[in-house]
């Protein structure tokens, strides 16, 4: 498990990279994203972060595209999900998964036992 294990918020900033379509996932598309699915407000400083933390932990990639006259010149960011990230994201579903297997009907339903 060691160098594939993901914090919750980087599993859910690295799930959002995943589904964002036509290699689109910047970080303020990644924050609607998450804030879709999570329906909590992100801070976009917090996705820059898990963002750039993932890149050095090689989860994912980054590549810039040309500046534009509607960002006054700056050049947008855009991530992907690597093949490390892929396999980290693929082994929390499965840690997960085992886990949900395990938990009793009865406390889902409220139960004590």
Known sequence: ?????????????????CVIKDRQAYANAIK?????????????SAIHSALYRMERKGFLASQ???????RGGKKKRYFFVSKQGL????EVKRIRESF??????????????
């Open 64 to 70: 810039l595209a040309e500046a534009s006259p509607r």
């Open 32 to 44: 609607r994203e998450v804030e879709k699915h999570t329906a909590r407000d992100i801070n976009l």
């Open 87 to 90: 396999k980290a994201l693929t």
């Open 100 to 113: 949900w297997k395990l938990v009793p009907v009865t406390k889902l339903e409220g139960g004590l036992s």
């Open 1 to 17: 498990m060691k160098g594939t294990f993901l914090g919750e918020f980087e599993e859910v900033v690295l799930l959002a990279v």
